[in-house]
């Protein structure tokens, strides 16, 4: 017969339920705590899910994130504004813009130094061509990351429309162009005035002569009737020869060619100012055309010679083994123009009694077609030498200039173009400013 012994009768037993009791409650309470846990850390989840929703969905910019087949798996309302579309479910990522060489590498960006250990990765922004679902293709500016490698990388886009900014762009280049138009007017008219003047002083001088020889050639056809019938034309022959000496035949015959092509010359000069202030002035394309940067550097010359007359010099030497540029023409001469007239405006406020001097050269480079533009003004400043292509950054009085003008230069040659610009100075004295449009851009000879 077993007996059995009650846990009461034995201290060890009931020491060792003691402590198993009390850790099931330490157990049943940690899991209490960490279930509560738990619950707080998936409230809190859903909130931080929600709120996320909630800042993609109302982004300004368009948010898409896609897996490495291009499947597209968010696609946020901004997203669907900018294309044009409610959603992208029937689609992929490559739908969304224009074909292109490019594209592929562009929206799936691949290096070799990118880990996913290493979390994600960003791409510089770059502009491309949009489609929306209409067809209509716009400028988009996207910038892309990317996290994880080979079938798990998954990459997130953010996209903006450009075209208002584009068109805004477009308006302050004209704007500012027409701005520099109006502040040449008062040269230009007096550029073509001078020649107008003394083309219409040789007409003057023509229709005066004319009018003699006129009288003079009736008088010839009377002398011609006379002798046909057989008439005396004694006292006529006396008429004639006293009419030539008061018109001064040798004079005329001396004066006539020089009068023609001196009023030829003045039409083409007129001719090469309007031909100059049309190109300059019209508004230009966004796309790269190809340019003769020679003939663009002479005409924004024509257009602001006459300005500088009383201010400088300008020099020029032109490489003529720089060719065709393919470039936004407009822009560019816009730019040349801006810097010239910095160095004009540099050299009347230095005060000199002297007539100052500005060399615009342009020379052909084995990777870049390069414009320089030097002068013998008081130069540019160390301090501020690189903030001088900073937006609304000027030297000048109130109200005598936005500081647009330089701005606007670096953003033509140096974003639009992929360029360089830098400013020097002139061991001499004055400032020396480089542009370099690459040939990237197109260089034919």
Not at 28 to 42: D, T
Not at 287 to 295: D, E, H, I
Not at 416 to 421: L, R, S
Request: hydrophobic residues 40%; aromatic residues 6%; charged residues 25%.
């Amino acid at each position: 017969m077993v007996k059995f012994r009650r846990m009461s009768d034995d201290p060890l037993l009931q020491r060792r339920f003691e402590r198993e009791r009390k850790a099931r409650k330490e157990a049943e309470r940690l899991l209490e705590q960490k279930s509560i846990e738990i619950f707080h850390a998936n409230q809190r989840l859903d909130g931080l899910a929600r709120q996320t929703r909630a800042i993609v969905e109302t982004a300004a910019e368009g948010i898409v994130t896609y897996s490495h087949d291009g499947q597209i798996d968010l696609f946020n309302r901004s997203a669907a504004r900018i294309f044009e579309r409610d959603d992208a479910n029937d689609i992929g990522i490559r739908q969304l813009f224009k074909t292109t060489q490019d594209l592929e590498q562009v929206l799936f960006p691949q290096q070799s130094d990118w880990s996913p250990i290493e979390g994600a990765h960003d791409a510089e922004p770059v502009e491309i061509q949009g489609v929306t679902q209409s067809g209509r293709q716009f400028c988009a500016e996207v910038a892309i990351s990317r996290s994880g490698a080979g079938d798990d990388s998954q990459y997130t886009m953010l996209v903006r429309d450009l075209t208002r900014k584009k068109t805004l762009e477009a308006r302050l280049a004209q704007a500012q162009k027409m701005e520099s138009v109006g502040q040449l007017a008062a040269g230009i008219a007096h550029e073509i005035n001078t020649p107008i003047q003394f083309v219409n002083d040789n007409m003057l001088f023509l229709e005066g002569a004319f009018g003699d020889l006129g009288k003079l050639l009736d008088l010839f056809d009377l002398l011609a009737n006379r002798v046909e019938n057989g008439e005396a034309a004694d006292d006529l022959i006396e008429t004639i020869r006293s009419e030539q000496e008061l018109v001064d035949l040798p004079f005329l015959r001396s004066e006539f060619p020089g009068a023609i092509a001196q009023s030829l010359e003045g039409i083409q000069r007129v001719a090469t100012i309007v031909r100059a202030m049309k190109e300059f002035s019209q508004t230009s394309t966004e796309n790269k055309t190809a340019t003769q940067l020679n003939r663009m550097i002479e005409n924004s010359l024509t257009v602001i010679r006459n300005q500088a007359d009383q201010i400088a010099t300008i020099e020029t030497e032109l490489d003529p083994e720089v060719g065709d540029v393919v470039c936004l023409s407009g822009p560019v001469s816009q730019c040349l123009l801006n810097v010239i007239n910095n160095s004009l405006e540099a050299i009347q406020e230095q005060g000199s009694s002297q007539i100052g001097c500005v060399r615009v050269s342009s020379h052909a480079q084995a990777e870049a077609v390069e414009i320089r533009v030097q002068d013998n003004g008081p130069g540019v400043p160390a301090k501020i030498r690189d903030r001088i292509f900073e937006p609304f950054f000027t030297t000048k009085e109130v109200g005598k200039g936005m500081g647009q003008g330089l701005s606007f230069v670096y953003d033509t040659i140096v974003t639009k173009h992929g360029g360089e610009i830098d400013i020097e100075p002139v061991p001499c004295g004055g400032t020396c400013v480089r542009m370099r449009l690459p040939t990237a851009n197109g260089v034919s000879g």
